[in-house]
């Protein structure tokens, strides 16, 4: 799933070149891609039709549009393969919605592995801020004005989890997903497999950080990309990849200490991790 940089590149676009406009025609080309709009593709499409996109929001890795009256919103899951594409679509075999603007934009929704969707949900207030409702679960990003870093330090010195864990649960922070969590443990020279108790404050604020850190780089690169499933609207791909330091760098020498990169399994992915700079927790003997 595209991380907070990816999304966040694809939401300016949006913000960009949608806010303002009128929808004047959708189509479903692949049910999949409403299952989450429980209504179905017909209520869907009658509901966008007409509608003004009135502005664009993103919490995480959660994107949507806000129409007309700011009380409804367009959520975009992109989940794998999602891409939100302007203009038109070189490969029609994964278009799965298609829409026409009021000034004859073409705004299209192609997924070539099918796990992603839209749906349109109910705006609510949550800490302040308005997001769709399938989204008030999910907790501020660091690069959210309203982030509290001491806040969510709190609540990592009680989790007894593994760090790196903590960092994927988007209950307790959101946007940050396996590869900013490598790249942001690396910077902070903490083993992903360390529990987030036994963490000093001070280790978990800088471990936050670094997140934002490497996301707000991320984001100055136009995000990463490892293949051609992750491009902004206009299909072009980032190029931080060539800026990470740790993650998919395994048998290679780290850029800070010359020692090897390691691989492990994580949770059916993988992590990596300098074990000079980040060395594993030992294991208490009996």
């Known amino acids: 799933m595209p ?29 999949r891609a409403v299952r989450r709009h429980e209504l179905g593709a017909a209520d869907l499409t009658a509901r966008l039709l007409g509608a003004r996109v009135s502005g664009s929001g993103r919490r995480g890795k959660y994107l949507w549009l806000n129409l007309g009256d700011d009380e409804t919103a367009l959520v975009v899951h992109l989940g794998m393969s999602g891409q939100m594409l302007l203009g038109p679509v070189p490969n029609t075999d994964h278009l799965r919605i298609a ?23 109910d705006l609510v207030t949550v800490d302040g801020s308005r997001v769709p409702e399938p989204v008030a679960h999910i907790a501020r990003d660091p690069l959210d004005p309203l982030f509290d870093r001491d806040a969510v330090v ?5 989790k007894h989890s593994e760090i790196k864990r903590q960092l994927l649960d988007q209950t307790v922070v959101s946007g940050i997903g396996n590869i900013y969590a490598d790249e942001a443990l690396w910077r902070a020279k903490i083993n992903g497999a ?24 991320a984001l100055g690169q136009g995000g990463t990309s490892f293949d ?5 609207v206009n ?15 395994e048998d290679r020498n780290c850029k800070r200490c010359g020692s090897v ?26």
């Open 3 to 31: 991380e907070l940089p990816e999304v966040e590149l694809v939401r300016r676009g949006l913000q960009e070149h949608v806010v303002g406009k009128c929808v004047t025609a959708v189509r479903v080309d692949h049910p």
């Open 228 to 232: 051609s499933l992750y491009v902004n």
């Open 154 to 158: 709190a609540v990592l010195r009680r």
């Open 99 to 121: 829409v026409t603007l009021d000034d004859g934009t073409a705004l299209s929704f192609v997924d070539q592995r099918t796990f992603g969707g839209w749906q349109l949900a």
């Open 261 to 286: 990169i390691r691989r492990e399994k994580f949770m059916n992915r993988s992590s990596f991790y300098c074990p000079r700079c980040q060395p594993r927790p030992r294991i208490p003997r009996d």
């Open 235 to 249: 299909g072009q791909s980032g190029y931080f990849d060539r800026s990470l330091n740790v993650y998919g760098r």
């Open 194 to 217: 360390r529990l987030a108790e036994k963490l000093t404050s001070a280790q978990l604020g800088a471990l936050l950080d670094a997140a934002a850190e490497v996301m707000r780089e």
